[in-house]
């Protein structure tokens, strides 16, 4: 399963950068989500990466904390917000409380969209699920030819 660290290391969206919760870099990645809404607590998920422009909390540190909270609460694999559209720099109270929890939290730069990292992302995911099913069939294969060609358990 692709993992924070995994995401920091691919080309095509190079340039994000760590800024909080390192102790997490190793969360897993099942699903990315974008979290532009303050409802969306009650629909978190464990090892969901969570893309934001900020703008729902921007304007309340007390918002700001409860974000960073919650998607720790819930296990969440990480926050990434894009730069230079409500934040120039992630606020020092959101980068101590990722740090807290162990919460990864990531720069993305402005030239980036949410939906390029999201299928960007998904792409990843999916060449690894498919590089899984592959050698699981490879596998299956060999172990079916056994008795097929007069082999047995011995």
């Known amino acids: 399963m692709l993992t924070i660290r995994d995401i920091l290391q691919i080309k095509a969206i190079?340039?994000?950068k760590l800024v909080a919760g390192s102790a997490g870099i190793d969360h897993q990645i099942s699903v990315v989500n974008i979290i532009e809404n303050p409802d969306v607590f009650d629909w978190l998920a464990s090892n969901e990466l969570l893309l934001s422009t900020g703008y729902i909390f921007k304007d309340s540190?007390?918002?700001q904390n409860r974000v960073i909270?919650?998607?720790?609460e819930n296990n969440c694999a990480g926050l990434c917000i894009k730069m230079k559209r409500y934040f120039d720099r992630i606020p020092q109270n959101m980068i101590d409380l990722a740090n807290k929890y162990g919460l990864p939290l990531l720069e993305l730069p402005f030239e980036y969209t949410l939906s390029k990292v999201i299928a960007i992302i998904n792409e990843k995911t999916n060449a690894d699920y498919d590089a899984?099913?592959?050698?699981?069939?490879?596998?299956?294969?060999t172990?079916?030819?056994?008795p097929l060609e007069g082999g047995g358990i011995s």
């Open 143 to 146: 172990l079916f030819k056994i």
């Open 132 to 141: 899984l099913n592959r050698r699981s069939l490879d596998l299956h294969n």
């Open 69 to 72: 909270h919650e998607l720790a």
């Open 61 to 63: 540190e007390e918002l």
């Open 14 to 16: 190079e340039g994000i």
